[in-house]
């Protein structure tokens, strides 16, 4: 018989770890640390000089917002005046004939566009169309929606003219118009100033502002200054440690029949209209993100939680889920007519015990896979994933799970049933290699875990606690950013570097204590 490998793991003294990097943030006795600009401080800079800043994510997504808007002006800005001064007067020197025969509506809808937008812009509304509206152009069975088909087929000579005018304005580019609208120093198109100080406030920029801006704008950064870590790579090594997290939860689950390991379990709010949790709905609603699903690995179990607690109060999904049966219902017969009861299953022809008042299943662990644990880690794990764990289980009386196949449970996450075997407990420092070092353990509550294929090294963790600090430390403060486009470099107080670390520590000891932490037990594990 082959021998099972089972995928060890280590709990980690994350507090001690903590303990760790604030000595090597504190070893220098320096009252000072330096760091190099780089690109990812680029627009954290430029945000903060035109007036946008703050560590707050509010203020990102404001700044993405206003350039996000700026770019559809501009870019349907682009395409109106094309339109108006290229593509009409070569229209009206057409036969009607032709016009009768390939855009009998042109005229009325180039004039919708126009008039709908420029009405918009009268009555100061937010402008969301850019140059998508312009796609009603090429409308009906003949171009199908593309406009360039219309534009070649009737006016085969101004299709490059086309094509410059809908060639869409860059993010980079937006935001270098941007800083030339706000320090008036761009008068050519009125329409678009008038419209981006409504937006963006009518103060101009000072000349010191206008000159960091810019300057920031033009920086070069040293190709070694940048991660030679693609996305790809990052999503490789997030989707194996996904895969041993879920292997791992087997090894120790996989021979309780009531007991199911759940990956990448979704978590969506109900909205007031219709029946949300309907089965045949969500699998409309969410085929692509299960077919992701299905992607990844043969047999792979996922669902969706559908909960009434409000959106920004939870997460978008939980890399692995332990689901635990909780009451058996009896089995439910199909009729006669080979129809099926809505809730139940044709996979192997068994019932699904799917009715939501006879059916319910306990949550028994949650987790959160990381390819590295680090202070980065660690501070979106218990500052985001905990705390919508922790909203779920207040809405643990009407919390449902959707199974991908149809299947549903109401859901609780509350272990009181003496019946119920707990979830295991994980000795600190103890390696595991089997269930059976789990057997005689005993626990209550609901388990948190972050698991992890390595431990970022305290030194490395110290450099990047001093790369979020010095970065926040620009986004506060204007002179600060001032000065760092002026030097290069960013000098920011070994103390606050310190004092974050302290602030994320004592955030990690209120969460390991189970009693402050709604009886939610945590544990950090790293492969071993």
């Not at 220098?28 to 707050?56: A, M, Y």
């Not at 790809?232 to 440690?241: D, P």
């Amino acid at each position: 018989m082959a021998t099972q490998h089972y995928v060890e793991v280590v709990e980690i003294d994350i507090l001690q770890y903590l303990r760790n990097v604030r000595f090597e943030l504190e070893k220098s006795n320096l009252p000072t640390f330096v760091r190099k600009i780089s690109e990812p401080n680029r627009k954290p800079l430029i945000r903060t000089i035109l007036g946008c800043g703050g560590d707050k994510s509010n203020s990102k997504v404001e700044f993405n917002n206003r350039i996000r808007e700026l770019r559809n002006r501009i870019d349907y800005d682009r395409l109106a005046e094309y339109t108006q001064t290229k593509l009409l007067p070569t229209l009206q020197r057409l036969d009607e004939k032709v016009i009768s025969e390939k855009v009998p509506d042109l005229f009325s809808v180039i004039d919708e566009i126009l008039t709908q937008n420029e009405s918009a812009t009268l009555e100061k509304k937010k402008f969301n169309g850019g140059a998508s509206v312009f796609n009603k152009m090429g409308s009906g069975r003949r171009y199908r929606g593309i406009v360039s088909d219309m534009i070649k087929d009737v006016a085969p000579d101004i299709l490059e003219d086309y094509f410059k005018a809908a060639e869409p304005i860059g993010e980079w580019e937006a935001i270098e118009k941007a800083i030339l609208l706000w320090s008036n120093q761009d008068d050519d198109n009125g329409e678009v100033n008038d419209h981006f100080h409504e937006c963006w406030g009518k103060d101009s920029l000072n000349e010191e502002r206008t000159n960091a801006a810019f300057k920031c704008l033009r920086l070069v950064f040293s190709p070694h200054a940048e991660s030679s870590f693609s996305s790809y790579e990052g999503k490789l090594n997030g989707f194996e440690t996904e895969q041993l997290c879920v292997q791992h939860l087997e090894d120790i689950h996989g021979d309780d029949p009531d007991v199911t390991v759940l990956e990448n379990v979704y978590v969506n709010t109900r909205t007031q209209r219709g029946n949300n949790s309907s089965p045949s709905v969500l699998r409309r609603k969410n085929r692509q993100q299960f077919m992701g699903n299905e992607g990844k690995q043969k047999g792979t179990k996922t669902g969706i939680i559908w909960t009434h607690i409000p959106r920004h109060n939870t997460c978008s999904e939980f890399d692995a889920v332990v689901v635990m049966m909780h009451n058996k219902a009896s089995p439910v017969a199909y009729p006669k007519n080979n129809t099926k009861k809505e809730g139940t299953s044709s996979i192997n022809n068994k019932s699904d015990h799917s009715d939501v008042n006879n059916v319910s299943e306990m949550i028994t662990e949650v987790w959160e896979a990381k390819h590295v644990i680090s202070p980065s880690t660690l501070f979106d794990a218990f500052t985001k994933k905990l705390p919508a764990l922790h909203a779920l289980m207040r809405d643990k009386q009407t919390s449902e799970l959707l199974y991908q196949n149809g299947n549903k449970r109401a859901i609780f996450f509350e272990s009181n049933d003496s019946c119920i075997p707990p979830p295991p407990n994980y000795p600190a420092g103890t390696t595991f290699q089997s269930k059976e070092m789990l057997e005689n353990s005993s626990s209550s509550g609901v388990l948190f875990g972050l698991f992890g294929l390595k431990l970022l090294p305290p030194s490395n963790a110290a450099d990047q606690i001093r790369a979020i600090v010095a970065s926040e430390f620009v986004m506060r403060d204007l002179q600060a950013a001032l000065r760092a486009v002026d030097t290069g470099v960013i000098e920011v107080s070994t103390e606050i570097a310190v004092q974050k670390v302290v602030k994320l520590g004592n955030v990690l000891a209120e969460s390991l204590d189970a009693e402050k932490n709604c009886g939610v037990r945590c544990i950090v594990v790293t492969h071993q």
